[in-house]
């Protein structure tokens, strides 16, 4: 049981490259038991990533057809092959920085045409392979390689983003959350139009480092305590939500 | 090398187009599905009339909301199994740069028209420039090798086209047609073939699609869908695809591939027009629209029995070393009229043993055949 995803995986491969902590293993795991739970053969899926931590999550390690592109360009190469073999499922799956950022024109326009592609934004709040500098996602006041004195800038919220643009269906969960995610990315699979789910996956090498979080442990932690389901934040008031996130399924 | 004839998608024998429009057509005779882009001038109507025809002949079209996303996703596009392009002129062309030196390393067979306008910059989108032809050759940053086509009419709009299709399956590599303004819109008669022959692309399951060359130093080519796990990545990789980011022999080994390949074969890319050679003392090199100015006044000076004589380019990359040399060992001078500061001109330099002159003209506008003729008499 333990081993019965080996099967997804590239057989040359041994080890994944993410840092000690990095969220970004839960997720490559959810993914495939997404995938495999809702049966769907790996010769029928099509995996796009750009560049960066996340897009290494498909790519060489999933034993299928990968598409690792250019920084920002994940979506509209998915695009193409999606438009041209509508037979391929096509899951893209990249960074915050990579699809939000240098990429974030073409996140909204797929949303706009709804585009029959599932996205998963790995959002790690920061740029990581880079060494940590601020991203379009990163909160007002934390500190980033390129923000010493706190990131005076707001970040986006992803989901209203994305939501706006016109998606067929938008979610928000985080890694410290596994099985309402594996449900989040059948559930985006199984939708016809643009699906989006935004993961919210921790780096502790650049962001936690710089913020405060001593340990990985302390920022899963983190993450556990401010998460809440949109069922519960509708019960709290303002002040009590804060600087909690709000997960769930919003279109 | 495996080649199929099938018919020709417009009725063979004449029509009536513009440049523009003959690209269009010469791309669906190709095999020709999938069409990406942006609108821009001079080139919008390539876009316009895939954007009919491909619904006409069971082809996807897709009005992107740039020319990066045009450009990748005619990448995706072909590795899901589709003959695909995109058409765009010089800023659009400046934009699509990262995307072409990403089809060069994953060895991604498509073909872009790039349209050529006035530049740097807007500068005159309207007008006619030949200004591109070195972004076309290192637009991209790295070493990689392209093949561009040169048109010089509505016809070879149409011909180049398809040949461009066959040319970039066959070497599995990102093909341009440079046209310029004043062939774009020209419109001109074209004889249009009863059938046409096509390069199909190799496909050997399980063979490594990045590595292990086929006859033509050129590696299997697989499609997403046909259970080859393929792994694509514009990182340098191996033969199977595995990224090799910190091992100096798989770099050298991939880009040296990549170059050699084209390299190689450049016997069986460039393509040359001789008129009026055999006892000419100046040449004039000349490629795309120019080419048709320099026929006239060599034809004009030939008429009074001054021997002129003209070597037009079809291919302008990989470029006609060997031709030039040849040239230049027969000729006294050459005179290289450019719709450009030289960019040519050097080229030519670099082979031809003999004096060659550059005449440059930026100026938004053709040149005109006259001017030409003033510039050789002075180099009789």
């Known amino acids: 049981m333990a081993r019965d995803l080996e099967a997804y995986l590239r057989a040359e491969l041994k080890a994944t490259p993410f840092c000690p902590g990095c969220g970004h293993g839960i997720l490559m795991n959810l993914i495939l038991r997404a995938v495999d739970g809702a049966g769907i053969p790996m010769e029928e899926m099509l995996f796009v990533s750009g560049i960066g931590c996340a897009a290494w999550i498909p790519s060489p390690h999933f034993r299928g057809d990968t598409l690792h592109t250019l920084h920002g360009r994940a979506i509209p190469f998915a695009a193409g092959a999606k438009l041209f073999n509508p037979a391929l499922r096509t899951l893209v799956i990249s960074g915050d920085g990579d699809l939000t950022s240098i990429g974030g024109n073409h996140l909204i326009h797929a949303a706009r ?43 986006f919220d992803l989901c209203r983003l994305v939501r706006a643009a016109g998606a067929s269906s938008v979610a928000r969960y985080a890694v410290t959350q596994p099985l309402a995610l594996m449900e989040g990315i059948q559930r ?33 932690r983190s993450l556990m305590e401010r998460c809440v389901t949109r069922e519960e934040a509708e019960q709290m008031e303002a002040e009590e939500l804060g600087d909690k996130i709000v997960t769930g399924e919003f279109v | 090398m495996s080649t199929v004839t099938v018919q020709s998608l417009l009725p063979s024998g004449t029509h009536y187009l513009s440049g523009n429009e003959a690209v269009s057509e010469g791309a669906l005779a190709a095999g020709c599905r999938y069409y990406a882009g942006y609108p821009i001038t001079p080139s919008s109507e390539i876009m316009e009339r895939m954007a009919d025809r491909l619904d006409e002949v069971g082809g996807v079209f897709a009005q992107m909301e740039d020319e990066i996303a045009s450009i990748c996703s005619v990448i995706g596009a072909v590795w899901a199994g589709a003959r695909a392009m995109t058409a765009t002129s010089g800023p659009g062309f400046s934009l699509m740069q990262e995307a072409v030196g990403y089809a060069a390393l994953t060895e991604t067979p498509m073909v872009i028209a790039d349209i050529q306008r006035a530049g740097p910059g807007t500068g005159q989108a309207t007008r006619v420039a030949s200004g591109d032809h070195m972004q076309a050759r290192w637009g991209s940053h790295g070493d990689y090798q392209v093949i561009t086509y040169s048109p010089w009419s509505v016809q070879e709009m149409y011909d180049l086209t398809v040949e461009a299709f066959n040319q970039a399956d066959r070497f599995r590599v990102p093909v341009f047609v440079m046209g310029e303004e004043a062939v774009g819109h020209l419109r001109e008669q074209v004889e249009v073939p009863p059938q046409v022959t096509l390069f199909q692309r190799e496909k050997r399951a399980g063979a490594p699609p990045f590595g292990e060359a086929g006859p033509d130093g050129v590696p299997s080519m697989p499609s997403f869908g046909e259970g080859q796990n393929l792994l694509v990545t514009g990182s340098t990789h191996d033969a199977r695809g595995f990224r090799r980011t910190d091992d100096p022999g798989a770099h050298e080994r991939l880009v040296s591939r990549i170059n050699e390949k084209i390299i190689r074969a450049r016997g069986r890319i460039v393509r040359t027009e001789a008129h009026h050679l055999d006892d000419a003392r100046v040449a004039v090199v000349a490629y795309g629209f120019t080419a048709r100015s320099a026929l006239y006044a060599v034809r004009r000076l030939r008429k009074e029995g001054i021997r002129a004589g003209l070597l037009r380019l079809q291919t302008v990359w990989p470029f006609a070393k060997e031709e030039i040399r040849t040239l230049g060992r027969a000729m006294d001078r050459i005179l290289v009229p450019e719709m450009n500061r030289g960019q040519i001109a050097g080229e030519v330099l670099k082979s031809a043993d003999c004096e060659v002159v550059p005449f440059g003209q930026t100026n938004g506008e053709i040149i005109r055949p006259d001017r030409i003729e003033e510039q050789l008499r002075r180099l009789f």
């Open chain 1, 113 to 155: 045409r709804d585009t029959d592609l599932t996205v998963i934004c790995a959002n790690n709040q920061i740029y990581g392979m880079t060494g940590g500098q601020a991203a379009s996602t990163s909160p007002r006041g934390t500190f980033t390689a390129t923000t010493n004195r706190g990131n005076p800038h707001r970040p």
């Open chain 1, 188 to 220: 985006a699979l199984a939708v016809e139009g643009f699906s989006f789910l935004e993961v919210l996956s921790p780096c502790p090498t650049q962001f936690g480092r710089r913020n405060r979080f001593d340990t990985p442990a302390e920022m899963l």
